[in-house]
């Protein structure tokens, strides 16, 4: 939103809130503590003044209580203002009462008690005021800015309805110019030609002009920046490949040579790569060391037990960048000669008894562990498909080899979503790849910590696609 107060009311949101906690804790050391010092002259009671400035300050940056402040509504506002008061008092209880410890501070249970109730109940009523304000004001908070559109093509239609639709953008598109008319959808915006543009802007005070010409056009559109920067006004272009992005863009600037790449891709940063590499060679260690260890001879014997053949089921499939490489598995079929063609389904005859166990809690896949210290998988991405696989669904699929880009992993978002098993259909592996390539653009450190943990919960609970 282009807003003029926007700051200024996140830092009086920011500032109000705190007064509010800073009232909260004095009031309530007046009333139920019994001690008769001052409370700017008690040294034990100063550091939990900055324990619990620091946690709420900790809590609102993970909720994001202060970002777009004019701009949510009521209920996402309160709703932020919930999860960022629970996760404080977590905060707060587990770091008086575990780590601190009352005695150390002379901060009795009552105490925390009231202090947080207290804050809960004035943070509601604050943000009541302040949501009650902002409505009856919000009309003149926003800085409404008029603009034009230079091109009057489809881009430019779209532009215009973009900004119809969200007028807390700020923007107010007065019209279109450009050299055909003919391009105007609705005649009554039509302005004029490009030539006319500078001189009507300067006439009727407008702020902006955003250009959504074509490359083809790069002359006029060199002149008309020129003139607009001479006459201060500014000057936003809408690049053609708009044509084919679909969804938010990244851009990079390489000198002076702006560079849009298709997708952001979190882990093509060497830190973030560092920070998986060293989770996958930690969590496997301690799988192997800890799990596998003594989990395996069992296996091995119930394995052993049932079926000839060996425990290990090795399988050449498809990594990163395409590569192949040999992934293993606890082996949970008959040995047979479709093992490398046919993928399992529901009630296969292939399966043994103890596989059907393995699959469906996952165990099959502990070796997998081995795959990540060679460093050709990873514990959470897009699961590796057979080779056969890679090369037919290339073919159906246009962003099939995206989920390339990355390590396999033991389990993924796909997995997690119930995206697992066979799949019978084209639709069915779209999904799966849509999936993967969600991952690979919206990967964090904390949503492999989330997959891990979900993935955990299913092997116990069990999961339908799991045969």
């Known amino acids: 939103m282009i807003n003029r107060h926007t700051a200024f009311f996140k830092a009086l949101n920011l500032a ?6 800073n009232i909260s804790m004095l009031t309530t050391y007046f009333i139920i503590d019994n001690s008769s010092l001052l409370w700017a002259n008690n040294r034990k009671y100063l550091p939990i003044v900055l324990v619990f400035n620091l946690v709420w300050l900790l809590s609102a940056n993970i909720s994001g209580l202060y970002e777009q402040v004019l701009n949510k509504d009521s209920i996402k506002t309160y709703r932020g ?10 905060f707060i209880c587990f770091t008086i009462l575990i780590l601190i410890g009352t005695e150390a501070y002379f901060i009795t249970r009552q105490y925390l008690f009231y202090t947080l109730a207290l804050f809960g109940f ?12 902002r ?6 908070l926003i800085d409404t800015r008029d603009i034009i559109i230079v091109g009057g093509g489809r881009i ?3 532009l215009y309805n973009y900004f119809q639709k969200n007028p807390d953008m700020g923007y107010n598109a007065v019209g279109f110019f450009d050299d055909d008319p003919n391009n105007t959808i609705e005649p009554h915006l039509y302005l004029g030609g490009t030539a006319d543009c500078i001189s009507y802007v300067l006439t009727n005070k407008v702020d902006e002009i955003f250009c959504t010409l074509p490359v083809s056009a790069t002359a006029t559109i060199e002149q008309l920046m020129f003139d607009a920067d001479k006459n201060l006004i500014r000057f936003k272009s809408v690049p053609e490949y708009y044509d084919y992005a679909k969804k938010p863009t990244y851009i990079q600037s390489f000198g002076h040579i702006p560079i849009i790449s298709v997708r952001t891709e979190p882990l093509e940063n060497l830190l973030n790569r ?3 590499r060293f989770f996958d060679f930690s969590f496997s260690i301690f799988v192997i060391v800890f799990i596998f260890s003594w989990l395996f001879p069992i296996l091995f014997i119930l394995i052993k037990l049932e079926s000839r053949g060996p425990v290990f089921f090795t399988q050449i499939r498809s990594g990163r960048d395409n590569r192949p490489f040999k992934c293993y598995k606890l082996r949970s079929m008959k040995v047979n000669k479709d093992a490398d063609k046919k993928q399992a389904t529901r009630d296969d005859y292939r399966i043994t008894r103890m596989g059907k166990f393995l699959r469906r809690t996952s165990l099959d896949e502990l070796p997998q562990f081995f795959n990540v210290l060679k460093g050709n998988m990873s514990v959470v991405g897009p699961r590796p498909h057979m080779i056969r696989h890679t090369k037919q669904y290339s073919q159906l699929i246009d962003r099939f080899m995206v989920r390339h880009f990355l390590k396999p992993g033991i389990t993924g978002w796909a997995q997690i979503k119930g995206l697992r098993g066979e799949t019978k259909t084209v639709d069915a592996m779209l999904q799966r790849v849509e999936a993967d390539v969600w991952y ?7 949503l492999d910590l989330k997959i891990i943990v979900l993935t955990i919960r299913n092997s116990f609970t069990g999961d339908a696609n799991a045969f």
């Open 16 to 21: 109000i809130d705190y007064c509010i906690l």
């Open 81 to 90: 203002v919930i999860r960022t008061y629970l996760l404080f008092v977590s």
């Open 122 to 133: 004035l943070l509601g009523l604050w943000k009541l005021i302040f949501l009650t304000i």
């Open 135 to 140: 409505k009856s004001d919000r009309a003149a």
């Open 156 to 158: 430019g239609q779209d």
């Open 274 to 276: 560092s920070i998986k």
């Open 440 to 446: 690979l653009e919206n990967w964090s450190f904390l």
